[in-house]
């Protein structure tokens, strides 16, 4: 081997030996290293270059290993060094699993909502939908649109149609006696699953050229009904259920864990649109051949190469001459965009413009609190660095090498976050169980994923070992870098470089009070707006109303017999004697989350083309009189208005009733009695006027209603058909009205039969979640920011014992020292509170204006007075508490033990 080959291994050998640790060499001894070097000629010699590399490879495997072997000893130390200091270590932990435990929570449960991709679905990545408005609904398509959608194959390679949360009574096969099932699905397009890209996981899917209209009715079940309601039989396929009183055949099963597109509505049954109308009553009323029937959401698969923008604009286009086309369409002035596409390949899909958003106020959120958690182990391993300052320049004096004492600490640091993060890990998972027990009380099936993902687990473990070595290296570089024997005679106080007004504590404790005052303002923002927007009042006792669900329709009633029924019910109810009123309605009063629909004023030429959106509710005859709400102006429906028949005829005009927001929307200071309204396929005439009424969110929307006409009767509601009763007969109205719907037929599925009291109750319950979650989170982040705020004034109580025993030798008092302490916390607090106040509500406006689902919430809390002046002055009340315990504890300092240590 050549002498150049030699000397290199010999330097590389050198620089590895080097790298031992200070601990290996004094153990050894500078003899192991030449002896390692007077062997490399040797080694050359007899094996070559490569026993040369497996010489080097050899060492610097050790080297590592060494550190590692080191570590393991620094980690019993500081094991034991906790153990000496359980409160040290328990604010520790408690901070750091606070943190990180939230903070895990949060971002499990939105990267299931905002990235989780639907199970089994091979072309969910080039899945797109329908968007309806800037806050990312879905907007539903006549199955006209989505065939001519399907036309586009340069576009497309697949366009379904589809409709979620439809109810179906099902009966299994043998038990025909038995109560119905009420089991929530979807009406589906023969292609659906081909579009989507889902198989079978036993018999077949729906397919195009098998189910056709006319043929005998098939259903494809989920893997979840297959199991739960099944009991996992192998013969399921082929088996026959009852679906509202028709016979179906089972063909096939879906993957595990596909509940269908638009999986936070869970479906158990996929129908096909071939199905007749006495089967699934949504196919009713020729609706699959009506162009103005909005009913279906359209997926679409983008084709290979074909971008979103692209696919946006052409269909936008393709769109816009449809609408041309059609004679019943509303006239369009704007010049915007009618479609927008988005994203559908996830469990819930999220507008593009939307998404980054959402992640950006979550980010906010939780990184002002991992920021708390983290500022708080800063602060406490400064304090406690500086306490320690004696026993490391007496390590330092009898041989420990600097690097030696960094190294101490941060491993300590490590094991501290490492601690808290198992806590924050086991606080996450409590968390997902107790939140998996709520479920939103909804008349269609909701569900939330709060099950920990495993990048939630890395992420927690990743955070913790960062902020262990991030946040313990500058504490070690402070404390070990001062000379040891100023640092033997003074103990335990601590001189830092530079003025105190610009020091790392300062800037801690300022930073400090700004993050936790924004997380508590930004919460109180969205706390204050949840629950004033959940204030609603009626003008009854709401105890005295009760609701009372039938769908006779889906019981296998004769639609054209099912408005006969309510008309008869409703008769036998008034004329009991302890019901004051009765009326009906497609969906209880004071709902939320109805979707607008477009519409415009007829006459005005110019109004005529203008479209307003208005919420559409149903009622019946008396529903007003029913809620004690007196019309201020014209009357409310009557009994012959159900009797209307809709056609679409602009001659024609059904009845309506504006709220005050529709009228002033539609006619501005003009009385709207005798004037028209229409939409894509119907003219109204409005017939009277009500006040504006909250919904049980506790917001007022433009809303017009119409009356129950034949044609709600033959397609209810996925809900069914609401029976508002008024009674003053207590727990006895219940079995009255029982007794009354089985007189007429015994055989009528009765369900959600409840007081009005309750329903409102259940319906605020998602809403008083949130604020609870909201208002947890800005106690934790209180809690977070007194711990810190403690440890950040002990550690100048440490830095400045020696100033304070000789003020208290010099005669100053014990308030004196006192406020010495706290005079500067409480200058530190005030700059804090400034910075996090404008730091909050700049926060705000921006949320607020990147999106309007923000709008309302903080619209209402940012106003709020009481949130604004108290949440500063709670925080401040907090900070200056946690200031005062370490303040208190250094007026009683005893001046002669202080400055004895000289």
């Known amino acids: 081997m050549s002498d150049d080959g030699m000397n290199l291994a010999l330097r590389i050998y050198r620089r590895l030996a080097q790298a031992f640790p200070h601990e290996f060499k004094l153990a050894y001894g500078p003899e192991v290293m030449q002896l390692g070097e007077d062997v490399v000629e040797e080694i050359a010699k007899r094996h070559g270059v490569a026993g040369l590399i497996r010489l080097i490879v050899d060492i610097a495997i050790r080297v590592p290993l060494e550190y590692l072997s080191e570590m393991r000893g620094d980690m019993r130390y500081g094991w034991r060094a906790l153990l000496k200091s359980p409160g040290f270590a328990l604010v520790g932990i408690i901070s750091m699993g606070l943190g990180i435990g939230l903070t895990t929570n949060v971002y499990s449960s939105k990267w299931e909502m905002l990235f989780r991709e639907l199970p089994a679905a091979a072309n969910a990545k080039r899945l797109v939908m329908l968007q309806a408005s800037a806050d990312g609904d879905l907007a539903p398509e006549s199955y006209y649109y989505v065939e001519q959608y399907r036309e ?208 950006g106020f979550f980010v906010a959120l939780m990184g002002l609190v991992i920021t708390l958690a983290c500022m708080n182990l800063a602060n406490m391993l400064i304090a406690r660095g500086a306490n320690r300052r004696k026993e490391f320049a007496i390590r330092l004096a009898v041989g420990a090498s600097r690097f ?128 004033k927007g959940t204030s609603l009042e009626t003008k009854f006792d709401p105890h005295t109303m009760y609701l009372v669900t039938l769908d006779p329709v889906r019981d296998g009633y004769a639609p054209e017999k099912t408005q006969a029924l309510f008309e008869k019910l409703t008769e036998r109810l008034k004329v009991a004697g302890s019901v004051s009123s009765v009326a009906l309605a497609a969906e209880p009063p004071f709902s939320s989350g109805v979707e607008p629909t477009p519409m415009s004023a007829e006459g005005s030429p110019d109004s005529s083309r203008v479209q307003q959106q208005v919420v559409e509710e149903t009622v019946g005859a008396g529903y007003f009189a029913a809620l004690d709400e007196p019309m201020l102006a014209g009357r409310e429906f009557e009994e012959r208005d159900q009797r209307s028949q809709p056609d679409g005829a602009a001659t024609i005009a059904l009845p309506a009733v504006l709220n005050e927001r529709a009228e002033r929307k539609f006619f501005g200071n003009q009385n709207a009695i005798g004037k028209r309204i229409r939409d894509n396929r119907q003219s109204y005439e409005v017939v009277g006027v009500i006040r504006d009424m909250k919904d049980v969110e506790g917001f007022s929307q433009s809303i017009i209603y119409l009356p129950l006409t034949p044609r709600d009767f033959a397609r209810p ?29 015994p055989n009528l599925n009765i369900f959600n039969v409840q007081m009005l009291s309750a329903y409102l109750d259940r319906s605020r319950a998602s809403l008083r979640f949130s604020a609870q979650t909201y208002g947890g989170i800005g106690v934790f982040g209180l809690i977070l920011a007194a711990i810190g705020l403690a440890g950040v004034t002990a550690y100048a109580v440490a830095q400045r014992r020696k100033e304070i025993a000789i003020r208290t030798a010099l005669g100053a008092s014990r308030a004196q020292v006192l406020r010495l302490v706290l005079r500067e916390g409480a200058a530190l607090v005030s700059v804090g509170t400034v910075l996090g106040f404008l730091g909050a509500m700049a926060l705000a406006k921006i949320l607020g204006a990147l999106a309007s689902l923000f709008v309302d919430a903080l619209t209402v809390g940012t106003t709020d007075p009481l949130l604004l002046i108290g949440a500063p002055l709670l925080l401040a009340a907090v900070a200056m508490l946690a200031c005062y315990v370490p303040a208190r504890r250094s007026a009683q300092i005893n001046p002669l033990a202080a400055l004895r240590e000289e």
């Open 152 to 359: 586009q194959k340069s576009l497309f390679t697949g366009v379904a149609a589809f409709k979620t949360s439809v109810p179906f009574n099902v009966t299994f096969q043998g038990d025909l006696n038995a109560k119905p099932e009420r089991v929530f699905g979807q009406i589906v397009s023969p292609d659906y699953f081909s579009v989507l890209g889902v198989p079978a996981q036993a018999g077949r899917v729906l397919n195009a050229g098998l189910d056709k209209p006319g043929d005998a009715p098939v259903v494809v079940i989920s893997d979840r009904f297959w199991r739960n309601r099944l009991n996992s039989s192998p013969n399921a396929v082929g088996q026959i259920l009852r679906l509202n009183g028709q016979i179906a055949t089972i063909v096939g099963i879906t993957p595990q864990n596909f509940n269908g597109a638009l999986a936070v509505n869970p479906s158990e049954l996929f129908v096909p649109i071939t199905a007749p109308a006495a089967l699934a009553p949504e196919l009713a009323n020729d609706v699959l051949h009506q162009r103005y029937a909005r009913e279906f959401l359209p997926i679409l698969c983008l084709a290979p190469g074909v971008s979103i923008d692209s696919a946006e604009a052409a269909l936008d286009a393709i769109t816009r001459r449809l609408d041309e086309q059609d004679p019943s369409a509303l006239p369009r002035t704007d010049k915007g965009r009618s479609i927008v596409l988005l994203p559908a390949g996830t469990n819930l899909p999220i507008p593009r413009k939307i998404k980054p958003v959402l992640i």
């Open 404 to 531: 030696r004492l960094i190294r101490q600490m941060i491993s300590e640091g490590i094991l501290l976050s490492l601690l808290g993060g198992v806590a924050g890990f086991a606080l996450a998972y409590g968390l997902s169980v107790l939140n998996s027990h709520f479920t939103p009380p909804m008349t269609v099936p909701i569900e939330s994923s709060f099950d920990l993902d495993w990048r939630a687990g890395v992420f927690a473990f990743g955070v913790a070992i960062l902020c262990g070595i991030g946040f313990s290296l500058v504490p070690a570089l402070q404390a070990t870098k001062a000379e040891v024997v100023p640092a033997l005679k003074e103990g335990s106080a601590l001189r830092l470089p530079g003025h105190r007004r610009f020091g790392l504590r300062n800037v801690l404790m300022v930073a400090q009070v700004a993050a936790s005052l924004m997380l508590l303002l930004m919460t109180g923002f969205l706390v204050i707006g949840i629950s």
């Open 717 to 745: 509601p996925a809900g069914g058909m609401t029976i508002l009763i008024r009674s003053d007969a207590g727990a006895d109205a219940l079995s009255g009205i029982r007794n009354e719907i089985a007189f007429i037929n």
